[in-house]
């Protein structure tokens, strides 16, 4: 009598990235069994064949296509089970105690035409931020090489702009080439780009762009009316034709619903390819602006969007980005055991307060968590997909 079983490696089954199989390419065989019969016991001889199927890593299977129930189970679930989870598949992807660092400063602040409801450099609110025009080269090369001596690794660029017109595109080409040079990866936030602006930035040397969808396609219309949902996309799109890597996340706290942060979620999951980095801010109000007096998002349900966004997409840095000011240690701890791995560092973000850098380095001296290098910035290789 032979037994044959295929045993696949527990990684397939979801279960840990460690399994305690050892690989071999030979059947494992055994087992002996008996059976009473009347007249005594009678010996069956039995071979039991195992053979372990270890997964061809040179053509990785596909993820799992989400559906929005799926995704609004995983953000329905008890906590635990789903900080396991999302933990597990952070550690099958990356180091879990490194953490990516990206600087940014705004390079062109203020005076934006679009009315995104959260937004203090909209000049359609009075939030107090004046117009400055674009910094010149030497200040921008300046602060780059700050950022560089105090650990960052991505120096990223950002301008009000509903779109960049041409005279301030030149400039900023000679920014991404001045950056580039230093050693950083370079990472721009322009707004709208067209074809020839997404070609032309990535001639320059741009690694990144970021542009973000930041809420649900349903809610979007309640925070942003001046560009539409497809407009992002478009922009998208044009970013990836030109050969560049793709920051893109959302906001936390305009008032959406846990449906509207599983639909954004799914929504980011689903670029093709996903987004190399998914920023995940929490709404800083901002007197003045619409969202003003929006109510604090529950730390907690906070933590669930990091989460997902991990599962969703396991090989994005997800980025725990504005707002993490206001967050306890405890807080951004269980922010990075639910997969975030990288974060703005410095103490602006754009027009809004950051973290204190020493803050920051006594939060990783406590956690012990290091800096990403250099040439960490890409997620494992040597892994399987989710
Ligand atoms: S978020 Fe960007 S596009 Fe919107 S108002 Fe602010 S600067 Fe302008």
Redesign the pocket.
Known sequence: MIASFAVYPTPLLGLSDNPDVSRGDDPVNFLSMSKLTRTGTERLDCRLEISIRWPDMSNPPSPPAWTLTAVQELMAAPLNDLLYRAHGVHRTHFDPNAIQLSTLLSVKTGG?P???H??P??LRYTSGVESEPLLPLDEVVSRAKQAQSAGATRFCMGA???GPKERDLSKILEYIVAVKALGLETCATL?LLDEDQARRLAEAGLDYYNHNLDTSETYYPEI?TTRRYADRLKTLEHVRQAGMRVCCGGIVGLGETVQDRAELLLALSRLDPPPESVPINELVPVPGTPLAHAPKTDPIDFVRVIAVARILMPRAHVRLSAGRSSMSRELQALCFFAGANSIFYGEKLLTTPNNDADQDHALFAALGLRAEGPLETGARTNVHAD
């Open positions: 934006c679009e009315d995104c959260y937004c450099q909209s009000a702009y509903r707004g942003i």
